[in-house]
């Protein structure tokens, strides 16, 4: 129920304050388990990327996050779950493989952390590795206005148009190496900013 009502208020919120402009929402798969691989430069991408999807979606979010008294008891009932960066967390990534096998959506930030200004950075092989191990479709899609709505290291929201578009999905055929499916992922996601 917590699902339901925060992802209602947030929508809520995007669409009268952001402005929030989805395109490309046909490329959404209609069931079974998907990957949906975004840009981050903002601590609303999340909020946006989810809103902006048609089917509810679970969250990979950085470990401590959960230790904050009110922000982790959210999280753990809006169907997030801990990752520790800048690691090979196993639990993380087999609990990510579990939930797309039993036909979620799983939202994934390649890049690994938020950028500055929007730029695009070198993706992380993790995203490789739970699309391999996975073998569900991956839809790229990309987040614009964030990164003026709310910057990296900014303390306070400035209101701004959010675009989140949807690219088609990519189904990887053949065995690649985890960090070339990391960055065939991230190329799909850089076309949808042009």
């Not at 981050?40 to 996050?65: E, K, Q, T, W």
């Not at 950075?121 to 993790?126: D, K, V």
């Not at 996601?189 to 042009?194: E, G, Q, V």
Request: charged fraction near 20%; proline fraction near 6%.
């Amino acid at each position: 129920m917590l699902f339901y009502v925060s992802r209602f208020l947030s929508i809520l919120i995007l669409k009268t304050v952001f402005r929030l402009k989805v395109y490309g929402q046909e490329n959404i798969p209609k069931t079974g388990g998907f990957i949906l691989a975004s840009n981050h430069v903002s601590y609303i991408d999340p909020l946006a990327v989810g809103s902006a999807c048609s089917r509810p979606v679970n969250f990979m979010a950085r470990h401590d996050l959960f230790c904050v008294p009110v922000l982790g008891w959210w999280m753990s009932h809006v169907h997030a779950f801990p990752v520790k960066r800048n690691s090979a967390d196993i639990s993380a990534l087999k609990e990510a493989i579990r939930r797309l096998r039993d036909g979620k959506g799983l939202v994934l930030f390649p890049e690994g952390s938020r950028g500055f200004e929007g730029r695009l950075y070198e993706p992380q092989a993790g995203i490789g590795f739970i699309a391999e191990k996975s073998n569900v479709p991956v839809v790229p899609a990309f987040i614009s206005g964030s990164e003026r709505a709310l910057p990296k290291g900014a303390k306070f929201i400035r209101p701004h148009k959010i675009t989140v578009r949807f690219g088609k999905q990519i189904t990887l055929g053949r065995r690649l190496p985890y960090q070339e499916i990391a960055e065939l992922i991230m190329a799909n996601i850089k076309d949808l900013s042009c």
